[in-house]
């Protein structure tokens, strides 16, 4: 069953420093997001992105954050200088074309520990 | 309006009873509205979803109640396992993108 993969899958880095999560989504896809979970709390919507370009993004999703397709299967969030309140959990979820919602399949997250 | 306000927080049941999970929306714009399921260390798994043009949806144990009029919708897990203790979110998106908006969880315990 085809699935959405994620790495690292546990990062730990010093506050300012920048971190890269790479994601790859379930090969047929067009719709890919990031989302993130403090520890205990519920998902949270940080930023949509279809055909090339962000279509959507929330307040979270601020300068310091940045996202990238650098080749047809990768698709990475970048976080240019991390902060304590980053440390969560950062979930990649892509979706196939058709209606304009429908299932997201999410990948197992990566943990970000800033210290 | 872009809220889905989700009850209870925690929820304690015994083996074989029901469980049931209630959510509440606002922005009339939503046409989906999903229940995933999350255990400790795993993303969120899609369980059962529902569109609005149907009041109910059952796939085995899981059933979706949805009331449009009202704005509301709930899981009812039936028979309940203590392998369904799980944190259970609902969630709802509409518009263009998709985007899922989701509500606060519940942690579902079922006692053996």
């Known amino acids: 069953e085809p699935e959405v993969t994620q790495t690292p899958s546990h990062q730990v880095t010093q506050m300012g420093q920048e971190v890269i999560l790479r994601c790859v989504p379930i090969?047929?896809?067009?719709?890919f997001y990031w989302y993130r979970q403090i520890l205990g709390q519920k998902v949270e919507f940080l930023v949509s992105?279809?055909?090339?370009?962000?279509?959507?993004k929330s307040e979270i999703f601020d300068d310091q954050f940045s996202v990238e397709r650098p080749d047809g299967s990768n698709f990475t969030l970048k976080i240019r200088s991390t902060k304590l309140e980053d440390s969560a959990m950062y979930f990649c979820?892509?979706?196939?074309?058709?209606?304009?919602?429908?299932?997201?399949?999410f990948g197992e997250g990566s943990r970000l520990t800033v210290l | 309006q872009q809220q889905v306000k989700q009850s209870p927080q925690s929820l304690i049941v015994q083996k074989g009873g029901i469980s049931i999970i209630n959510c509440a929306y606002e922005?009339?714009?939503?046409?989906?509205f999903p229940w995933y399921q999350q255990f400790p260390g795993k993303g969120p798994a899609l369980l059962i979803a529902?569109?609005?043009?149907?009041s109910e949806k059952k796939e085995g144990r899981f059933t979706i109640s949805f009331n449009k009029s009202a704005k509301q919708f709930s899981l009812h897990i039936m028979d309940s396992q203590p392998g369904d203790s799980a944190t259970y979110f609902c969630?709802?998106?509409?518009?263009?993108?998709?985007?899922?908006?989701f509500g606060k969880g519940t942690k579902l315990s079922v006692k053996p």
């Open positions: 992105f279809y055909n090339n370009e962000i279509s959507e």
């Open positions: 969630a709802a998106s509409g518009g263009s993108q998709g985007n899922l908006i």
């Open positions: 922005n009339t714009a939503f046409d989906y």
């Open positions: 090969s047929n896809h067009l719709y």
């Open positions: 529902i569109r609005p043009d149907v």
């Open positions: 979820a892509s979706r196939g074309q058709g209606r304009q919602t429908g299932e997201l399949f």
